[in-house]
């Protein structure tokens, strides 16, 4: 696999108007992504000290990558967030040794989505998944779910709707912290009527806001045609030329976004970030301690 790194190692960073102090408290309760891929150790080896990071898990690489990388992130210190992926679970005993597991190595927060196996064990979905996983000492106190404000490519807008509002209600009854991190969507008017809706559904979860780090844009235009957030990607096709203008670089700039929601932030209950860094955490941290320090 090709490093990008050292294609963004001149990331200039921005220089914000001045700083905002909603967006600030935002950026100081992120999470970078990672990957478990060769490039992990240069992403982990880059990571800010004590630094939240959700770890993913994909038929791909299987459930133990995710565990095997969540380990060493919190042997160096850092708050391991795994993914559960309830697909890849072959049964409820399996269920079990993730309980006693997350207990074990001390983590207490877990990210938990349907996953995209394509031939899943008996848990089809999230919350069937919980539901099994509440009943052991598992030593959790907070679990995010899924939430997709440009929609999901094979889950209809009810069925997704109600999967959301299902696992809000099971965390409430099972007396845990929750939150909801959304897909990646790059269109700031898109997401804001995604979560007024929502709210006035009924929809109570903080809510962290999915966005890409700064990584190469072309990357970046790649794996959102991948991950199916078509919508969007057309509003950023729209933009990139201008952003090349601004930028003078190939690199995305996450700042474009947040600008654009700061007035919503805090009526809209966005609480953090979910930082999609394709393991170019490196360019991520500089930029996250631009804003940080502006």
Same mark, same amino acid.
């Given at each position: 696999?090709?490093?990008?790194s050292?294609?963004?190692?001149?990331?200039? =960073?921005?220089?914000?108007?001045?700083?905002? *102090?909603?967006?600030?408290?935002? %950026?100081?309760?992120?999470?970078?992504e990672? %990957?478990?891929?060769?490039?992990?150790? =240069?992403?982990?080896?880059?990571l *800010? &000290?004590?630094s939240?990071?959700? %770890? #993913?898990?994909?038929?791909?690489?299987?459930?133990?990558?995710?565990?095997?990388? /969540?380990?060493?992130?919190?042997?160096?210190?850092?708050?391991?967030i *795994?993914?559960?992926?309830? !697909?890849?679970?072959?049964d409820?005993?399996?269920?079990?040794?993730? /309980?006693?597991?997350?207990?074990?190595?001390?983590?207490?927060t877990?990210?938990?989505?349907?996953?995209?196996?394509?031939?899943?064990?008996?848990?089809?979905?999230?919350? #069937?998944?919980?539901?099994?996983?509440?009943?052991?000492?598992?030593?959790?106190?907070?679990?995010?779910?899924?939430?997709?404000?440009?929609?999901?490519p094979?889950?209809?807008?009810?069925?997704?709707?109600?999967?959301l509002?299902?696992?809000?209600?099971?965390l409430?009854? /099972?007396g845990?912290?929750?939150?909801?991190? @959304?897909?990646?969507?790059?269109d700031?008017?898109?997401?804001?009527?995604?979560? +007024?809706?929502?709210?006035?559904?009924? $929809? @109570?979860? &903080?809510v962290?806001?999915? %966005?890409?780090?700064?990584?190469? !844009? /072309?990357?970046?235009? @790649?794996?959102?045609?991948r $991950?199916?957030?078509?919508?969007?990607?057309r509003?950023l096709?729209?933009t990139?030329?201008?952003?090349? +203008?601004?930028?003078?670089?190939?690199?995305?700039?996450p700042?474009?976004?947040?600008?654009?929601?700061?007035?919503? $932030?805090?009526?809209?209950?966005?609480?953090?970030?979910?930082?999609? @860094?394709f393991?170019?955490? =490196? #360019?991520?941290?500089?930029?996250?301690?631009? $804003?940080?320090?502006?």
């Amino acid at each position: 696999m090709r490093n990008d790194s050292a294609s963004l190692s001149r990331w200039e =960073e921005p220089q914000p108007a001045g700083p905002n *102090p909603d967006v600030q408290e935002l %950026i100081r309760n992120s999470a970078f992504e990672i %990957i478990p891929l060769n490039s992990a150790s =240069e992403a982990i080896a880059a990571l *800010p &000290p004590q630094s939240r990071v959700s %770890i #993913t898990a994909s038929a791909a690489k299987g459930q133990a990558a995710t565990l095997e990388l /969540a380990e060493e992130l919190v042997n160096r210190g850092h708050h391991a967030i *795994p993914h559960f992926s309830a !697909r890849l679970i072959r049964d409820r005993g399996q269920v079990k040794d993730l /309980a006693e597991w997350a207990k074990y190595v001390g983590v207490t927060t877990a990210f938990v989505i349907g996953g995209d196996a394509t031939e899943p064990g008996p848990y089809h979905d999230a919350h #069937t998944f919980m539901q099994d996983l509440f009943e052991h000492d598992h030593g959790l106190d907070t679990v995010g779910v899924a939430a997709y404000p440009d929609g999901h490519p094979l889950i209809g807008e009810d069925e997704r709707r109600h999967a959301l509002f299902a696992k809000q209600e099971l965390l409430a009854e /099972a007396g845990m912290r929750g939150y909801c991190s @959304t897909q990646m969507c790059f269109d700031p008017a898109r997401i804001i009527a995604w979560l +007024k809706g929502e709210r006035s559904d009924g $929809l @109570t979860l &903080p809510v962290h806001l999915g %966005i890409p780090g700064a990584v190469e !844009r /072309a990357k970046l235009l @790649t794996i959102g045609a991948r $991950l199916g957030v078509g919508q969007s990607l057309r509003y950023l096709h729209k933009t990139r030329r201008s952003m090349a +203008k601004r930028l003078g670089s190939s690199a995305h700039d996450p700042s474009e976004l947040l600008e654009a929601l700061s007035s919503q $932030l805090t009526p809209l209950g966005i609480n953090g970030l979910h930082i999609f @860094t394709f393991n170019q955490v =490196e #360019t991520t941290a500089a930029w996250q301690r631009a $804003l940080l320090h502006s």
